[in-house]
């Protein structure tokens, strides 16, 4: 009988179009043939379309119950010696990976523990100040909305300060607050919306508020791949601009530009700092997402996900040629990276609110932006007569913009053009 091979590559809960497509570039590149692995949740409820189930390119769907650890094993058992990596991208289906890792011992994965603390800002800062107090900001655990427990944070961390769930991804429900009464208000909105966001974002965990220091200095990112051994391969740096950075009293990831203008010197100070905070939390075969705060020529982490970040593939892709999904991938086979020297264009991704919430009257523009030099492609998320909702309150972006070209100064200019043309009416 044929030895099989070890050729299927699995990933938790969700798969997507992009990931398909990354995998069957590779193969076409090497010679090499995988075959895609979906493990379902049969707890959670999601369509066979939203977890990709129907998706060409899917090989095998397995649907399983979580919960169950016999229904677990008993559903993986046949394929153990056909898996050759197993991963999720979802940062609100890691709790599905860390129960499915006990059912994979002979797999390159991330201990369950170090999922765990990455996945919980409480727990991350914990292992940040114990390993090393100068990358992260004072925090504290929000209880509830009282008086006497906001005057007990406020005094621990004074203002203004950051306050955000400890489990959500995107900036849902982050909040600066420059005073007491502001504070009061939006933590009494936090506590009331919060466990309803968790389950629309299908996260399972306790929902848990943190209050953070808020810190002025400039945004920025990095994707990096971490080794069994703990090497870690970082991409380019990326310069991230939030809500708040052009004017909105919201924190969404408004703009995201790579590679950066920021010298070679600097660039590996900020890649020291993510070394430390990977380390600090044991992460190990994974990629991880990092979001930095520069304060001078200081490097402060404010998060790290083990995960891929938002909008990374196609940024790397578009930039430097980083085929950044087949990379996870490699990662988690005990393999290295491919990750280029040079970065020969530069690109953008810009996610778009409305200044107003609503419901959609118009979407003005967008027919200007298609004839961009730099106009790559736009992913409509909303349309008329969908409601506007900032990220603070738990809402999505209206469309999704890429960018690209071969001068920076002519990319910067076409998002100038963007931000005059785009108009989204509110009623």
Request: charged share 30%; aromatic share 8%.
């Given at each position: 009988?044929p030895?099989?091979?070890?050729n299927?590559?699995?990933?938790?809960?969700?798969?997507?179009p992009?990931?398909?497509?990354?995998?069957?570039?590779?193969?076409?590149?090497t010679?090499?043939r995988?075959?895609?692995?979906?493990?379902?949740?049969?707890?959670?409820?999601?369509?066979?379309?939203?977890?990709?189930?129907?998706?060409?390119?899917?090989n095998?769907v397995?649907?399983?119950?979580?919960?169950?650890?016999?229904?677990?094993?008993e559903?993986l058992?046949?394929?153990?010696d056909?898996?050759?990596?197993?991963?999720?991208?979802?940062?609100?289906?890691?709790?599905?990976?860390?129960?499915?890792?006990?059912?994979?011992?002979?797999?390159?994965?991330?201990?369950?523990?170090?999922l765990?603390?990455?996945?919980?800002?409480?727990?991350?800062?914990?292992?940040?100040?114990?390993?090393?107090?100068?990358?992260?900001?004072?925090?504290?655990?929000?209880?509830?909305?009282?008086?006497?427990?906001?005057?007990?944070?406020?005094?621990?961390?004074?203002?203004?300060?950051i306050?955000?769930p400890?489990?959500?991804?995107?900036?849902?429900?982050?909040n600066?607050?420059?005073?007491?009464?502001?504070?009061?208000?939006?933590?009494?909105?936090?506590?009331?919306?919060?466990?309803k966001?968790?389950?629309?974002?299908?996260?399972?965990?306790?929902?848990?508020?943190?209050a953070?220091?808020?810190?002025?200095?400039?945004?920025?990112?990095?994707?990096?791949?971490?080794s069994?051994?703990?090497?870690?391969?970082?991409?380019?740096?990326?310069?991230?601009?939030t809500g708040?950075?052009?004017?909105?009293?919201?924190?969404?990831?408004y703009?995201?530009?790579t590679?950066?203008a920021?010298?070679?010197?600097?660039?590996?100070?900020a890649?020291e700092v993510?070394?430390?905070?990977?380390?600090?939390?044991g992460l190990?075969n994974?990629t991880?997402?990092v979001?930095?705060?520069?304060?001078?020529n200081?490097?402060?982490?404010i998060?790290?996900?083990?995960?891929?970040?938002?909008f990374r593939?196609?940024?790397?892709r578009?930039?430097?040629?980083?085929n950044?999904?087949?990379?996870?991938?490699?990662?988690?086979m005990?393999r290295?990276?491919?990750?280029?020297?040079?970065?020969?264009?530069?690109a953008?991704?810009?996610?778009?609110?409305a200044k107003?919430?609503?419901?959609?009257?118009?979407?003005?523009?967008?027919k200007?932006i298609?004839k961009?030099?730099?106009?790559?492609k736009?992913?409509m998320?909303?349309?008329r007569?969908?409601?506007?909702?900032?990220?603070?309150?738990?809402?999505?972006?209206?469309?999704?913009?890429?960018?690209v070209?071969?001068s920076?100064?002519?990319?910067?200019?076409?998002?100038?053009?963007?931000?005059?043309?785009?108009r989204?009416?509110v009623?």
């Amino acid at each position: 009988m044929p030895k099989k091979q070890r050729n299927i590559i699995a990933y938790v809960s969700k798969v997507s179009p992009d990931i398909i497509a990354d995998i069957r570039t590779w193969e076409k590149e090497t010679g090499e043939r995988y075959r895609i692995m979906l493990i379902e949740n049969s707890a959670r409820k999601m369509t066979k379309r939203q977890s990709g189930a129907t998706l060409d390119g899917v090989n095998i769907v397995l649907s399983v119950d979580f919960t169950s650890d016999s229904a677990l094993q008993e559903a993986l058992a046949p394929y153990q010696d056909q898996l050759c990596a197993i991963t999720s991208r979802v940062e609100s289906y890691l709790a599905d990976f860390i129960k499915i890792i006990p059912f994979v011992p002979y797999l390159h994965t991330p201990t369950p523990e170090s999922l765990q603390w990455a996945s919980d800002k409480r727990l991350m800062r914990r292992h940040f100040r114990v390993a090393d107090s100068s990358i992260t900001p004072k925090y504290a655990l929000v209880k509830d909305a009282s008086d006497t427990e906001l005057e007990r944070v406020v005094g621990q961390i004074g203002f203004p300060l950051i306050l955000k769930p400890t489990n959500l991804a995107q900036s849902l429900l982050v909040n600066v607050c420059h005073h007491q009464d502001e504070l009061r208000k939006v933590a009494k909105e936090v506590f009331r919306e919060i466990e309803k966001i968790y389950a629309e974002n299908g996260r399972t965990e306790r929902p848990r508020v943190l209050a953070e220091q808020y810190m002025e200095g400039l945004q920025y990112s990095i994707d990096a791949y971490v080794s069994a051994r703990g090497k870690v391969t970082c991409c380019p740096l990326v310069r991230q601009k939030t809500g708040h950075d052009i004017g909105r009293d919201d924190f969404f990831g408004y703009l995201q530009s790579t590679p950066t203008a920021l010298s070679s010197a600097t660039v590996k100070k900020a890649e020291e700092v993510v070394k430390r905070g990977v380390h600090a939390l044991g992460l190990r075969n994974t990629t991880v997402h990092v979001e930095l705060m520069r304060i001078d020529n200081t490097w402060k982490i404010i998060e790290i996900g083990a995960r891929i970040g938002g909008f990374r593939p196609q940024l790397h892709r578009l930039s430097c040629g980083i085929n950044h999904g087949m990379n996870d991938v490699l990662v988690r086979m005990g393999r290295q990276p491919v990750v280029p020297r040079r970065c020969r264009r530069f690109a953008a991704a810009m996610k778009y609110y409305a200044k107003e919430e609503g419901e959609i009257v118009s979407i003005l523009g967008l027919k200007k932006i298609e004839k961009l030099t730099s106009f790559h492609k736009i992913e409509m998320r909303k349309k008329r007569g969908d409601r506007s909702v900032f990220a603070k309150n738990g809402g999505g972006a209206i469309f999704v913009l890429y960018l690209v070209n071969d001068s920076r100064s002519d990319l910067l200019a076409d998002i100038r053009r963007v931000e005059e043309a785009v108009r989204v009416r509110v009623a």
